[in-house]
């Protein structure tokens, strides 16, 4: 937004960031855009600098294939370290971050949130992203305000209903942490002697490892049969005891690893049906990433995508103009339908 013209006003909800999560990926078609908004090199820096990912045979480690890392992932950093760059860049920009400002209510014709302090902002249009409160102003006063996505009251303006997940049968043990103790151990110090990435297949199951800084930095994904309820949460206490159950017949290397893991999250994977619109009757509310095209982790694209359709919005409203808000919204359905034609003009 700020590149096409945009003066940019954000609304948190939370009060405060932390250095949440661990592994998030970003690819070639997140990069390039990133590149022209200040950020490429400080996001390289971020990422793991393994060239290749080795994918291996579940109980022997044998490799099985070779691939590129930016063919899978792209760069695959810390998710709390990139969220960081990325809000050290809107500081850098003068872009002013209200923390603490949880919307309760809004208006799409108006169109309007309303603030749990009951503050009412009135905008042009309404964009729901992932996590964010955002309002944008172009330099002729357009004003656009974009708050949370997934579980935002206006994915289910949009849709029309309640919208709830649906189990794909899966879930994710996952844990990050210092690695340097792993250096102690013979069979683990392969894994942390540089930074490299390593997948094993097995049987409904497999394990991801990631090593960032050399070393200092371990992270592990375990993808599992699960067929427990449905909790939508990135910080649910996992089992420990459960995971070394799965991993008895893992490749003992990485197996050490994963038994000295003290503790670890478990993460449902959820997924949601495609929907038939990102955007509300008026035409005045529209939704952006995640709040719209939820990806599975596997698909290592969630990130990547947002960037890419944040493109395309902004572009489609500096197009259209001011007075053309809904037509802009309309065209944002369209571009992501064919995006190959229109990729040269982002």
């Known amino acids: ?55 291996r045979h579940w109980q022997s480690g044998e490799i099985i294939a070779q691939q590129p890392l930016m063919d899978m992932a792209g760069y695959i950093g810390h998710r709390g370290d990139y969220h960081q760059a990325f809000l050290d860049r809107v500081a850098a920009l003068g872009i002013p971050i209200h923390m603490g400002s949880n919307v309760v209510s809004y208006d799409e014709f108006e169109p309007s949130i309303t603030l749990e302090t009951g503050e009412v902002i009135k905008a042009d249009c309404i964009v729901a992203a992932d996590g964010m409160l955002f309002t944008h102003r172009c330099l002729h006063a357009m004003k656009l305000i974009d708050f949370e996505g997934i579980k935002s009251l206006a994915r289910e303006l949009v849709l029309g ?83 070394r159950e799965i991993i008895k017949n893992l490749d003992p290397r990485i197996a050490a690893a994963v038994k000295k893991t003290k503790e670890c999250l478990d993460w449902k994977i959820c997924y949601r049906d495609p929907i038939p619109s990102w955007v509300s009757k008026s035409h005045k509310v529209t939704l952006l ?23 395309v919005l902004a572009l489609c409203l500096k197009l259209a103009g001011k007075g053309n808000v809904p037509l802009a919204v309309s065209w944002i359905l369209i571009i992501n339908a064919a995006p190959e034609a229109y990729l040269t003009q982002l």
């Open 161 to 243: 209903f309640q919208d709830k997940p649906k189990s794909s049968g899966y879930a994710c043990y996952r844990a990050y942490f210092k690695g340097e103790f792993l250096k102690e151990d013979p069979l683990c110090r392969p894994f942390v002697e540089k930074e490299c990435v390593n997948i094993w297949i097995g049987h409904d199951v497999h394990m991801v490892q990631n090593t960032l800084r050399d070393g200092d930095e371990f992270n592990w994904i375990l993808t599992h049969k699960d067929a427990t309820d449905i909790k939508e949460s990135w910080f649910q206490p996992g089992d420990i005891d459960d995971v």
């Open 1 to 55: 937004m700020h590149y096409q013209g945009f003066e940019v006003v954000i609304y948190e909800k939370i009060k405060k960031f932390l250095r949440l999560g661990d592994s998030l990926g970003l690819g070639e078609n997140a990069l390039r855009l990133l590149e022209r908004w200040g950020l490429h090199e400080q996001l390289i820096a971020i990422g793991n600098k393994s060239e290749f990912l080795q994918i």
């Open 289 to 311: 990433g995640d709040s719209c095209h939820p990806h599975l982790p596997t698909s290592a694209q969630g990130a990547s995508q947002a960037t890419e359709s944040g493109a």
